[in-house]
Nanobody, 128 residues
Framework: QVQLVESGGGLVQAGGSLRLSCAAS????????KAWFRQAPGKERRFVAA????????YYADSVKGRFTISRDNAKNTVYLQMNSLKPEDTAVYYC?????????????????????WGQGTQVTVSS
């Protein structure tokens, strides 16, 4: 069993930065792909970024490419999302997720249904 706890959300002005963290418990954390999703009020949960178990592969939604960076530290059982040049449309609850399925090569799932474990979410609000 894997438990995920997000932190680092808050209120920031447009153009600012935030760094989200997702701490995991469970011995097999290092072997799971990880991702960040977000959900704005009244909208469905959407993919933001994913990273392979080794950290060697990453994938981003077009809306955040060039502004957000996903990374992980398996020794600390933590995955991060560095968010720069934030925009009001980035306002959402951000969720960390883990996929226990092993994937070869550079493939990373973006479908919410692929992910087995979820955190409780952390609110990010970007003011204009």
């Amino acid at each position: 069993q894997v438990q995920l706890v997000e932190s680092g959300g808050g209120l920031v002005q447009a153009g600012g930065s935030l760094r989200l963290s997702c701490a995991a418990s469970g011995r097999t954390f290092g072997s799971y792909s990880k991702a960040w999703f977000r959900q704005a009020p009244g909208k469905e949960r959407r993919f933001v970024a994913a990273i392979s178990w080794s950290g060697g592969s990453t994938y981003y939604a077009d809306s955040v490419k060039g502004r957000f960076t996903i990374s992980r530290d398996n020794a600390k059982n933590t995955v991060y999302l560095q968010m720069n040049s934030l925009k009001p449309e980035d306002t959402a609850v951000y969720y960390c997720a883990a996929d226990k399925q092993y994937y070869s090569g550079s493939y990373l799932p973006t479908d919410i249904r692929n992910y087995d474990y979820w955190g409780q979410g952390t609110q990010v609000t970007v003011s204009s």
